[in-house]
C-alpha cells in the first residue's frame, strides 16, 4: 500500500511597484549639477519608498532585492529608467519591474530685434548651453 502526498509551496504575494513621472523643471537649481543631483536623489527616493512598499509575504521567507545601483537618466535628455525587482525564497523566485520617465526641460528660443525693430535672429539653445 502506498500514499501519494503532494506539497505545494504557499505562492508568494507581494505589492506590485508603481512606475512615476517627473518633469525636468521640478529640479532647478542653480546649475546643472545641482539640478542633477535633485534628480538621482528623487530617483533614489521612489526606489526606495517601492522597496518598502513591497509587502512581500507567504512562500517560505520572501526576500526582496532589485538591481538599482545609482543608474540615472540625464535632466536635459529625459529618458526613462527601468528598475527589476527580484523576490526570492526556497522554492520560488518572481521578479517585476517599474519604470520611472522624466521629461527633459523644453528648449530655451531667443529672439532679437534688428535696428529697425523686426525680428531677425530666432535661435535654439539647449537648456545646458552655457
Known amino acids: 500500500m502506498s500514499k501519494r502526498i503532494e506539497i ?7 505589492n506590485d511597484p508603481a512606475d512615476d513621472a517627473a518633469d525636468g523643471c521640478e529640479f532647478d ?9 535633485l534628480l538621482d536623489a528623487d530617483l533614489a ?3 526606495t519608498a517601492q522597496q518598502e512598499a513591497f509587502a ?10 532589485n538591481d ?21 525564497d526556497l522554492c520560488q523566485t518572481e521578479t517585476t519591474t ?23 535672429d530666432l535661435r535654439l539653445l539647449r537648456p545646458n548651453a552655457a
Open 8 to 14: 505545494a509551496p504557499p505562492a508568494i504575494t507581494f
Open 29 to 37: 537649481a542653480a546649475d546643472l549639477a545641482s539640478a542633477q543631483a
Open 45 to 47: 527616493a521612489w526606489v
Open 56 to 65: 512581500a509575504a507567504g512562500g517560505c521567507d520572501p526576500v526582496v532585492t
Open 68 to 88: 538599482f545601483l545609482a543608474q540615472s537618466v540625464a535632466l536635459c535628455d529625459g529618458g526613462s529608467f527601468t528598475i527589476t525587482w527580484t523576490i526570492t
Open 98 to 120: 517599474a519604470t520611472f520617465n522624466v521629461t527633459p526641460p523644453n528648449a530655451v528660443y531667443i529672439y532679437s530685434a534688428n535696428k529697425h525693430g523686426r525680428g531677425t
